[in-house]
């Protein structure tokens, strides 16, 4: 069914301006336009995107928007295939593939969704999704999440991964457009739930959480095996 609560796409900008402003982290609308518009004159064999912690037996707004703009993305042909990323950080629910499971039941096939469930981290998502996406043999590769999270990993994309990787944050002007059109699907969660979950908050402490939020805490081993298994 249709969604029933009203300006999706306003409490999502509600949602991130504050946080633009204090930590001035955010790329402006007028910016986000602009990587779109140029990222639209290619064809990536995947994007990724960065999870988003499954609450409440249910989306939030941030999981919601992610997951309609790679759609949007795949649906355009500027997207070929989609890497979701994310493990079971804060609930025992895996990130990655709770968000394959939405991305399909809003009409995205299969055979082009992908997941990487090691990342507990921002900068994580987007390293062991490069390093995973690279073995399975996708060369074109994009990055495509929030305004906010994506310039806040530019310089990690740029320093640490690599200069040929394309950003495609979110343009909220496009998610008001596709609103009427968005449907909340149930999906069978339990396919996502993790037996042996810890909480990241009971694992670590704040210093090595921070680190891992900066990107210190990298298995650079992961993600060389050529068998790997492709979903």
């Not at 989306?59 to 990323?85: H, P, Q, V």
């Not at 390293?127 to 990690?156: C, E, H, M, V």
């Not at 950003?167 to 968005?182: C, H, R």
Request: aromatic share 14%.
């Amino acid at each position: 069914m249709k969604i029933s609560r009203p300006g999706f796409a306003l409490i999502w900008t509600g949602f991130l301006s504050p946080i633009a402003t204090l930590f001035s982290c955010s790329f402006s609308s007028k910016a986000c336009k602009k990587l779109y518009l140029e990222a639209s004159k290619n064809k990536y064999d995947l994007i990724i995107v960065p999870g988003v912690p499954f609450e409440n037996l249910e989306w939030g707004r941030t999981m919601k928007a992610r997951i309609y703009w790679s759609k949007f993305l795949f649906d355009e042909g500027i997207a070929k295939n989609i890497m979701y990323s994310g493990s079971s950080v804060y609930t025992p629910y895996t990130e990655a593939e709770i968000m394959a499971l939405y991305a399909e039941a809003i009409g995205i096939q299969k055979q082009n969704i992908f997941t990487e469930t090691m990342a507990e981290h921002s900068t994580e998502n987007i390293y062991y999704s490069y390093k995973k996406a690279k073995l399975l043999g996708f060369k074109n590769i994009a990055l495509a999440s929030d305004p906010f999270q994506t310039k806040s990993l530019r310089t990690y994309v740029r320093k640490k991964i690599d200069q040929k990787v394309t950003l495609i944050p979110i343009v909220i002007d496009t998610l008001k457009k596709m609103e009427p059109s968005m449907i909340d699907p149930q999906i069978d969660y339990q396919q996502a739930f993790k037996q042996d979950f810890i909480s990241i908050k009971k694992r670590e402490g704040f210093w090595k959480r921070l680190r891992g939020t900066l990107g210190y805490n990298i298995d650079s081993t992961a993600y060389q095996d050529s068998t790997l298994n492709n979903q």
